[in-house]
């Protein structure tokens, strides 16, 4: 969906000091974003100062590509750069921060609504000093069809005040002045086509003071990527995070949870209602495997037999592993069932007969000692066994 960029308000304060207040009046941004352009003239280091603390009408505000800062012949600087943060219902709205270093002359700032504007896509600054004609600062920038750009300029220590813009819209010029010459500028547009880059010029006076300076930046726009605020079908939204902390470059927070909003939407609000097979019941589909094609979220889909062949055979089954450890050992089996009986021997005594159990090899014939006996008899042993 096509960005949108339109400029509210321009304000100033002035004096000396490490903190900074400014009011502006403007329109409703309920839904959307305001963009803030800040611009201060530093005293001290005017190389390293940074705004910190900003916030835009009590919302967090994150910085937004990168600073441009000038130093004059005397040692001081104009300083510029953007902040954005979530809209308001307010008309009335403050934008405060702090100065890092030192202290500044006087602080300036200009305030764009914007609506549906995604990541950054380019941040461009310049500076420029000295006396006389002290040239233009070339901002140019790439710009994407249906995104935004915006630039913003402080100058100082001129009596003309003006800027010639190309590229852009002048919102903005000659507003305001403080010390017989500090003033700033500003432009913007809603991209109808891709540049790469938009040449965009802010064209300086010619006549300017001693010890004068000026710097600007420019910044583009992405549209918000079709599909966010859970609507359209564009699959999976990324968050760009940047390409480092707070680095200004990734998504703002209301395009990042635009993307959650739709990528869970497109989850919750998918619907896969049947798949049918493309062919009959008696077509043979042997040698074929199913595959999907087509369809999309609560579409059809539709299977159809592709051959084995185009995706490859199967190849060869791997080599057998190495064998497993050896199991614990069984328990044991049932007890086995009794041998049969051995022969018995009878072994008559001096008129008795004792009957033995033998259960060792085969006894010899029974032998009987008494006279009368009629039993075969041995040989008798030479002495009686010990029992005897």
């Given at each position: 969906m096509p960005a949108a960029i339109a400029f509210q308000a321009a304000a100033i304060t002035s004096g000396s000091s490490t903190s900074r207040t400014l009011s502006f009046t403007v329109a409703s941004a309920a839904g959307q974003e305001r963009l803030v352009a800040l611009s201060a003239i530093a005293n001290a280091t005017p190389a390293t100062v940074t705004f910190t603390s900003v916030a835009i009408d009590g919302q967090s505000a994150t910085l937004v590509g990168s600073y441009a800062r000038g130093v004059d012949a005397g040692g001081n600087g104009p300083v510029v750069a953007f902040f954005r943060a979530a809209g308001t219902a307010n008309t009335s709205i403050n934008v405060t921060c702090t100065i890092s270093t030192g202290a500044v002359f006087d602080c300036r700032g200009a305030?764009?609504?914007?609506?549906?504007?995604?990541?950054?896509?380019?941040?461009?600054?310049?500076?420029?000093?000295?006396?006389?004609?002290?040239?233009?600062?070339?901002?140019?920038?790439?710009?994407?069809?249906?995104?935004?750009?915006?630039?913003?300029?402080?100058?100082?220590?001129?009596?003309?005040?003006?800027?010639?813009?190309?590229?852009?819209?002048?919102?903005?010029?000659?507003?305001?002045?403080?010390?017989?010459?500090?003033?700033?500028?500003?432009?913007?547009?809603?991209?109808?086509?891709?540049?790469?880059?938009?040449?965009?010029?802010?064209?300086?006076?010619?006549?300017?003071?001693?010890?004068?300076?000026?710097?600007?930046?420019?910044?583009?726009?992405?549209?918000?990527?079709?599909?966010?605020?859970?609507?359209?079908?564009?699959?999976?939204?990324?968050?760009?995070?940047?390409?480092a902390i707070n680095d200004g470059t990734g998504d703002p927070v209301r395009v990042a949870f635009d993307k959650c909003n739709h990528n869970f939407t497109e989850l919750y609000e998918?619907?896969?209602?049947?798949?049918?097979?493309?062919?009959?019941?008696?077509?043979?589909?042997?040698?074929?495997?199913?595959?999907?094609?087509?369809?999309?979220?609560?579409?059809?889909?539709?299977?159809?037999?592709?051959?084995?062949?185009?995706?490859?055979?199967?190849?060869?089954?791997?080599?057998?592993?190495?064998?497993?450890?050896?199991?614990?050992?069984?328990?044991?089996?049932?007890?086995?069932?009794?041998?049969?009986?051995?022969?018995?021997?009878?072994?008559?005594?001096?008129?008795?007969?004792?009957?033995?159990?033998?259960?060792?090899?085969?006894?010899?014939?029974v032998a009987c000692w008494r006279s009368g006996c009629s039993r075969p008899r041995a040989a008798r042993p030479t002495r009686p066994p010990a029992a005897w």
């Open positions: 305030v764009w609504t914007l609506n549906d504007a995604g990541s950054l896509l380019a941040s461009t600054g310049d500076t420029a000093a000295g006396a006389g004609n002290i040239g233009s600062l070339d901002l140019n920038a790439n710009t994407i069809a249906d995104g935004a750009a915006a630039a913003y300029v402080l100058a100082y220590s001129n009596a003309t005040r003006n800027i010639t813009w190309s590229g852009l819209t002048e919102r903005l010029d000659g507003s305001t002045p403080l010390y017989s010459g500090d003033w700033h500028s500003a432009a913007d547009l809603n991209v109808g086509s891709s540049s790469t880059p938009l040449t965009i010029v802010a064209t300086l006076p010619t006549s300017f003071d001693t010890q004068s300076a000026a710097a600007g930046v420019a910044l583009s726009f992405n549209p918000v990527e079709a599909g966010t605020d859970g609507g359209g079908d564009v699959g999976q939204q990324i968050i760009d995070i940047g390409d998918a619907q896969y209602e049947y798949v049918s097979y493309s062919g009959t019941e008696e077509e043979p589909i042997e040698g074929k495997i199913a595959q999907f094609v087509a369809g999309g979220v609560g579409e059809e889909y539709v299977i159809q037999g592709v051959d084995a062949a185009t995706l490859g055979i199967e190849g060869p089954a791997g080599p057998q592993g190495d064998p497993g450890p050896t199991g614990a050992t069984g328990p044991s089996g049932p007890a086995g069932a009794a041998g049969a009986a051995g022969p018995q021997v009878l072994l008559v005594h001096r008129g008795r007969a004792v009957l033995l159990d033998h259960r060792g090899p085969p006894a010899p014939a």
